[in-house]
């Protein structure tokens, strides 16, 4: 009896990190190079992606099951309507700033990328779809504003009321998950 135990809880263990050595280390190797960029990685990458390996089940069970979403998306999602609203604030000003309102737009464009908007979607039905039309409308207001195109701005306008429409009428949801 106490063989088969033995044998019972060896072949878990080996399951339990064959999994995590041929799956989750490959998976978070790569997480962890796309978050942190390619030098911490080469410096990190064999540290933190193995360890966040060896305990597999927490970030599967996250992945599925949490409610949360991480740090890194919290900080894109701020940073991207922190510059948002750096623009409406831009243009309300007498004289706006071109060039202001483009370097907003930058890091708009910049920070909405890096989100993984599919925990958001668990919590917010609809957000992907919406943040995406928000995403691509930006880089077209950034030519817009820098050709003077009025036409182009009219055009755009729907699609950003669109955006704020979904988040008055999401505004509860959006502060539980990110503030």
Do not use: H, R
Not at 1 to 24: G, P, R, W
Not at 36 to 53: A, D, H, M, R, Y
Not at 60 to 68: A, I, P, T
Request: aromatic share 14%; charged share 20%; net charge neutral.
């Amino acid at each position: 009896m106490k063989n088969v135990l033995l044998k019972i809880i060896q072949t878990i263990f080996t399951i339990y990190f064959v999994i995590a050595v041929f799956i989750f280390i490959p998976i978070n190797n790569f997480n962890f190079a796309k978050e942190n960029g390619f030098v911490k990685w080469i410096v990190l990458g064999e540290i933190v992606p193995t360890l966040q390996s060896s305990i597999w089940p927490y970030y599967v069970y996250n992945s599925y099951f949490s409610k949360s979403i991480s740090g890194n998306d919290k900080k894109y999602f701020l940073e991207t309507i922190g510059a948002l609203q750096a623009i409406n604030a831009e243009f309300s000003k007498q004289s706006p700033s071109v060039n202001d309102i483009t370097n907003y737009l930058d890091a708009a464009i910049q920070e909405s990328s890096k989100l993984n908007m599919n925990k958001i979607e668990k919590n917010i039905p609809g957000f992907t779809e919406s943040f995406n039309s928000l995403k691509e409308c930006l880089p077209e207001l950034q030519k817009a504003i820098l050709d003077k195109n009025n036409d182009l701005l009219n055009e755009l306008y729907p699609k950003l009321t669109d955006w704020d429409k979904f988040t008055q009428n999401n505004k509860d949801k959006l502060n539980e998950l990110f503030f």
